[in-house]
């Protein structure tokens, strides 16, 4: 069996009065992150952990921010078409672990809902996918209220036949 290991990892800026969608839900926020699509920075990091395993390049080469296509878009689209190459490689997977770094807002109530859309996506066993929240501790953009980065491993395996 092949195994290939992806890291991804995104960061926005929360603005604008969109609503904050983080893992394909929508969390309860005074704004959004401001994105070309519809800013689901998780979404955004495991996508590039997959694309990275696969040696696929990044999110922005597949789905680039200046193309009208993607304005606005659902990025749980941008993660299926994600998955599709995946498996069209003959990979699946094995293994997701999602950190999220957010001072605000608290996520604790979302993290399930998350992993199960996830999962869903990825068109893997719920017990494979792991989402969980941490802060700085005020220090940096993530603790001065600016944004929220994430970071996603993947471990992909070979689909056996």
């Known amino acids: 069996m092949t195994m290939k290991i992806g890291h991804g990892y995104d960061a926005h800026r929360f603005g604008g009065d969109s609503p904050l969608i983080l893992g394909g839900v929508s969390v309860p926020h005074h704004c959004g992150l401001l994105a070309h699509s519809d800013g689901d920075v998780v979404i955004h990091a495991v996508c590039d952990a997959i694309l990275g395993a696969l040696g696929l390049g ?44 957010a001072q605000t807002p608290k996520l604790a109530a979302y993290i399930e809902d998350m992993a199960r859309c996830l999962s869903d996506d990825c068109q893997a066993r719920r017990d494979v996918v792991n989402v969980k929240a941490t802060t700085t501790e005020k220090m940096g953009f993530v603790g001065r209220e600016e944004g929220i980065g994430v970071h996603a491993v993947v471990l992909l395996q070979s689909i056996l036949e």
């Open 58 to 101: 990044d999110i922005g080469k597949h789905f680039p921010d200046n193309d009208p296509q993607f304005k606005g878009v659902d990025s749980r689209e941008l993660l299926r078409q994600v998955v599709k190459q995946m498996l069209q490689q003959h990979f699946t997977l094995g293994n997701l672990d999602i950190t999220i770094v």
